[in-house]
């Protein structure tokens, strides 16, 4: 026997699960966690994590990335620094008779 239907009882698709957009965006996060952990977890694992901790690896990888940039930037600026230390022309050239011109 059939449990019965009763068309009040109707549920739209968004009451159990996610919205297409918001499944996007787990499985974005879900790659993105498994890509640049660098093969430390594997999707089965990422994906039944629970959310808090899922949420604080993804923290923990943002917070390396930012301080590997803020690292690279400290470098650029360092050898833009010793660049242009060694490149400084004096501010009186030596003089070379043969690169005068002549002026008569």
């Known amino acids: 026997m059939e449990a019965p ?23 974005e996060r879900l790659f993105k966690l498994i890509w640049y952990g660098e093969g430390r977890w594997d999707w089965d694992t990422i994906y039944n994590m629970p959310i808090s901790l899922r949420r604080f690896y993804v923290s923990q990888v943002n917070k390396i990335f930012a301080e590997q940039a803020e690292a690279r930037e400290a470098a650029k600026e360092k050898q833009r620094q010793s660049v242009k230390s ?3 022309e004096p501010d009186n050239p030596p003089f070379f008779p043969g690169n005068m011109k002549s002026t008569k």
């Not at 239907?5 to 499985?27: K, M, V, W, Y």
């Open 86 to 88: 060694k490149s400084k």
């Open 5 to 27: 239907s009763s068309p009040g009882f109707q549920l739209d698709q968004t009451f159990f699960g996610f919205n297409p957009e918001d499944r996007i965006t787990l499985h």
